[in-house]
């Protein structure tokens, strides 16, 4: 294969690609959208091969900035194009169809392979749906799960760590943002890392990011978190399971799926790779989330913590109430701002109790609490303000402003709010529409947008009180959110009969 000259072209697109003319690749014999390797002197990359006629010279390779960064050239250096090999690992994966279970070694060869840039993404896809469609027995998630925190960085910080993680499904889920402070309050180590949002409108780290920087590298976390006894902080920078964030880049949130073998692995590789000793494990279920039976969640609860047994962490598998999102306010600045009211003791009831029973496991798993106790020691930190200090002393040393009020967040300036057409009282909401009105406003690549909830389940409305305002930032999403809601219609609202069965004169027996 050929050497070429670089020139840097100005498109952004996630695919790695390199353009190259026509003539070129018909002198190399090297066909249009065929998979070549890239090499420079410091890196190899693989890239997806487009033709052009005019865009590019003869003898050059078109690179984005992207791949320019990645391969440390600059443009007239010189790389080498050579055919891409495909991976025998590729060979494991298509079998995974056949029922086969993969070894030790074929999982350290898939996660390395997948890691060093040798799939394609529908090889990513290929692996990723192998999972959702097949599964993966409790030996294979294990081995994935070591195999993918050993590919990445490792953090230790020399005494005991705690962690809470969420498995996710319900939407407005920002207690982490209460556990934290309370926990770290107590002088418990609680270093979480979060992700972005994959099937809800807002992650931890992008509720975080409203209030704070959530971008650190592992020094800083190394040198910060043992100060200040908890962070909240986005983990796809730290490269701590690089197999993770490709998944979830390539697969997952495109196809906003979460497979279940990967969710776990997932989960314990950033686990092990944080150095996690004892972890309280949130998994709402009910209608609308990944866990939609108890059933479903008892058993993923077993599997979670023989899985930490196997690895070394102390799990707690806390089954949640998810029927419903958690509090009012759903999308990262709506989130940010019902986390703070509610650390001021002004908030919503239901993330005040959830967020004081997690982090009470914790206090019981730590000693500090005995059992069934630790959520009356979480509250006290919430009552006597403890907590809402330690969350502006953790908003501060990770950039933001520590006197920062819930009313100084901004929202969307275009909201419309949706009244109720009956009296009735709400014996439905659908989490799958409110995450899908949310969506379409913005949330929670435009941190403003969202859905705040003026009623929930089991109370009472009038007609023409507001049920729930949309917040976004242009026109046009607020109109397409309004419509998907009318659509989806979210509540259901029922008086207090629900239906009439008579016993009177069948219809026939009726004289006119």
């Not at 003539?23 to 033709?51: F, G, M, P, W």
């Not at 902080?233 to 197999?243: A, I, R």
């Amino acid at each position: 294969m050929p050497n070429m000259k670089t020139k840097q072209i100005d498109v952004n697109v996630d695919n790695n690609i390199v353009i190259i003319n026509e003539k070129t690749l018909d002198n190399e014999k090297i066909k249009h959208s065929s998979y070549v390797k890239i090499r420079s002197k410091d890196k190899e990359v693989l890239c997806q091969v487009v033709a052009t006629t005019s865009l590019i010279p003869e003898g050059y390779a078109g690179l984005t900035p992207k791949i320019i960064s990645e391969l440390k050239v600059k443009e007239e250096d010189v790389v080498n194009i050579f055919a891409r090999k495909i991976p025998l690992s590729i060979e494991y994966v298509k079998k995974k169809r056949m029922g086969t279970i993969w070894t030790e070694n074929q999982i350290r060869q898939i996660v390395n392979d997948i890691c060093a840039g040798q799939y394609t993404d529908l090889e990513i896809g290929m692996f990723t749906l192998s999972q959702y469609f097949i599964g993966l027995t409790m030996d294979e998630i294990a081995s994935l799960t070591k195999n993918m925190a050993e590919y990445g960085t490792t953090l230790q910080f020399g005494e005991p760590v705690y962690d809470k993680h969420s498995i996710g499904g319900v939407p407005g889920n920002k207690v982490s943002l209460l556990i934290v402070p309370i926990v770290a309050a107590a002088g418990l180590l609680i270093p979480k890392t979060s992700s972005r949002a994959i099937t809800s409108p807002s992650g931890t780290a992008d509720t975080m990011e409203v209030l704070a920087e959530v971008n650190f590298s592992a020094d800083e976390i190394l040198e910060i978190a043992p100060k200040v006894r908890g962070m909240l902080v986005w983990g796809g920078t730290l490269d701590l399971s690089p197999l993770d964030e490709i998944v979830i880049h390539k697969v997952e949130r495109p196809l906003s799926i979460d497979p279940h073998s990967q969710m776990l692995a997932s989960i314990f590789s950033k686990k092990i790779s944080t150095g996690v000793d004892y972890l309280v494990l949130d998994m709402p279920t009910g209608t609308g989330t990944k866990m939609p039976t108890r059933e479903d969640a008892i058993n993923y609860a077993h599997e979670a913590t023989e899985l930490g047994r196997r690895l070394g962490i102390r799990v707690e598998a806390a089954l949640s109430y998810g029927d419903q999102p958690v509090g009012r306010a759903i999308g990262p600045a709506l989130e940010a701002k019902e986390a703070l009211l509610t650390l001021e003791g002004k908030g919503s009831k239901s993330v005040l109790e959830k967020s004081i029973e997690l982090a009470g496991i914790l206090f019981e798993m730590a000693g500090l609490a005995p059992p069934t106790k630790g959520s009356e020691l979480a509250l006290k930190y919430i009552k006597s303000g403890k907590a809402k200090e330690k969350m502006e002393e953790i908003i501060g040393v990770q950039g933001g402003d520590p006197s920062i009020k819930p009313e100084d967040i901004p929202v969307g300036s275009k909201t419309q709010t949706i009244e109720s057409p009956h009296d009735g009282y709400i014996v439905k909401l659908s989490n799958s529409a409110v995450k899908k009105i949310a969506f379409t406003a913005g949330a929670p690549r435009h941190k403003e947008a969202g859905v705040y909830l003026h009623k929930k389940i089991g109370e009472f409305v009038r007609k023409g009180e507001p049920l729930y305002t949309v917040y976004a930032n242009s026109e046009g999403r607020l109109t397409d959110a309004v419509n998907v809601g009318a659509n989806l219609r979210p509540y259901s609202i029922e008086g207090m009969i629900i239906q009439r069965i008579s016993s009177g004169p069948r219809n026939q027996d009726i004289k006119e």
